[in-house]
């Protein structure tokens, strides 16, 4: 039961809100931000790999109960 808590408590909630245009909804990512913090795409990085990379490094402030990334 303890062990239970403290993951649930250590879990992060990540918003994503993906910009998008009709007829762009294939584009690939090339920017990550959150906050002051941002993240451009490197050369031949998968978007998948690119949205981990972002999620793992994006610091949450003490006064935000998760991340909200803004994807573009």
Do not use: C, Y
Request: net charge negative.
């Amino acid at each position: 039961m303890i062990e239970a808590n403290l993951k649930a408590k250590s879990e992060r909630t990540v918003w994503r809100i993906h910009f998008v245009s009709p007829g762009h909804l294939d584009r690939p990512i090339r920017r990550i931000r959150h906050g002051e913090q941002e993240w451009l795409r490197a050369d031949g990085e998968t978007d998948e790999a690119f949205r981990q990379r972002a999620e793992s490094e994006a610091a949450i402030q003490p006064d935000e109960s998760g991340l909200t990334l803004l994807i573009d």
